[in-house]
């Protein structure tokens, strides 16, 4: 089974972010985005969740399917993108951070944690992938 976990990792905006500072998703025609239940997971919760538990619970739910452990293996049986390619990080200007145990929270981009962040040598820092080919 394959994951979408980092640990010690802060995910940065992607470089062509359109995005000048950290974004609340909103809905489309009445219906939750992708990046909306993301946000919705993510902000009241900070490192409740990995990486994989969001992605999972979100797909299963704009499917349909009940989130069990059958329908979780199905998912990674393949792989899966990261919180890299997610629209938070791509277009709404967030990074997020996982810690020591793999759980992830959304992070300010500005902000004294953002800041503490960064400098804490112990944390590996990437980007999130670019939105268009250079």
Request: glycine share 4%; with cysteine; net charge neutral.
């Amino acid at each position: 089974m394959t994951t979408t976990n980092y640990t010690n990792t802060l995910i940065e905006p992607a470089e062509d972010c359109k995005a000048t500072s950290a974004t609340i998703p909103a809905e489309r025609a009445g219906k939750p985005t992708v990046a909306t239940m993301q946000y919705e997971m993510l902000a009241d919760r900070p490192y409740e969740y990995d990486s994989d538990d969001v992605l999972f619970t979100v797909w299963a739910t704009r499917k349909g399917l009940e989130p069990n452990a059958d329908v979780r293996s199905e998912f990674f049986s393949k792989g899966q993108a990261c919180f890299r390619a997610s629209p938070l990080t791509k277009q709404f200007g967030w990074s997020v951070h996982s810690d020591a145990e793999g759980k992830i929270a959304l992070v300010e981009p500005g902000s004294s944690e953002h800041s503490r962040l960064l400098s804490d040598a112990s944390i590996k820092k990437i980007r999130a992938m670019r939105n268009s080919r250079k």
